[in-house]
Every structure is written in C-alpha cells, then in structure tokens.
C-alpha cells in the first residue's frame, strides 16, 4: 500500500479526453482528479470535455473521482488454475462476457494493452468464485495508476 501513496498524478499521465473541472468553490477540489487535471493541463489547450456545473448539487459533484492511486492488473495466465478442468471453457466464456464485446476486449486485458480497475478484478474473481475456491489466485501483472474511469 505504501507504494501506491507515492505516485503523483502528472500533465502526462491524464488521458486526452479525460473531464476537467473548473469549480474553484468545490471544497473537494484538492482531492478530485478532474479539478487537479485541470490544474495540471497545458497553457496551449484551448478546447475539450468538461464537468459542467450542473454536475455539482448540494454540495455533492456526481463526477468526484479521488486523486488516489489504485492498483491495476492485467493478464490471465494462472486465473483459470483453481476451476475443474471440465468447467474452464465455460468459467472463461463467462469472464469473456463481462467485457460484452467478444474476445477482443479479453485478450486485451489478457495482454496487458489495457488494464483491469480494482472494481473489474473484483467482479471478474467474482465470477471465477462460482466455479471454485479463488484462494491464491492473481493477475499476471500489476502496476500502480490513477483510474480515470
């Protein structure tokens, strides 16, 4: 946990298209990923996606992201060890689905061009535990990032 206190969200690290806020009066300003993205994006950018103020109601934002690293994971190599054999074609037709656009999306989290939030590794060790004991299974890989889901 110690190493995920440590990394600082930087300019490079934002995506693109990622909201930006510009409500200096939100009180949670310092700790929201969307007013700090804002803070930290270029002095040349003239346009883009934005959190309007209609978002922010009674003082609650529906777009508050905590600018706090999470841990993402990727690849599935060792995933399927504690299924029976004769439920492995299925128990990964079932985490196949969960991503609901075929095996595109799954090979690429398999192979890392996109990494799990720590909500999908829940949902997807979820989905393993209805075939067998999850105990000792892990991701391939993990790294500490922001999540700008």
């Keep these: 946990m110690l190493g995920l206190m440590k990394k600082q ?9 990622y909201e930006l806020c510009f409500n200096e009066n939100c009180q949670k300003r310092e700790r929201c990923m969307h007013y700090q993205a804002y803070r930290l994006q270029s002095e040349t950018r003239l346009y883009g996606p934005a959190i309007f103020p209609a978002a922010w109601n009674s003082g609650e934002c529906l777009h508050f992201r905590d600018v706090k690293p999470v841990q993402k994971a990727w690849g599935f190599s060792h995933l399927y ?15 196949m689905d969960y991503f609901s656009s075929g095996n595109g999306p799954y090979y690429r989290y398999h192979h890392g ?37």
């Excluded at 490079?12 to 298209?17: F, G, L």
């Excluded at 299924?83 to 990964?92: F, N, S, T, Y």
């Excluded at 996109?114 to 892990?138: C, V, Y």
């Design 81 to 95: 060890d504690n299924v029976p054999r004769h439920m492995r074609a299925e128990a990964r037709r079932c985490v």
């Design 113 to 149: 061009e996109h990494m799990l939030t720590p909500r999908q590794q829940e949902d997807i060790m979820n989905i393993l535990a209805r075939f067998g004991s999850t105990s000792g299974l892990a991701f391939d890989h993990y790294v500490t990032d922001f999540d700008f889901t």
């Design 9 to 17: 969200l930087k300019y490079e690290n934002i995506p693109h298209r």
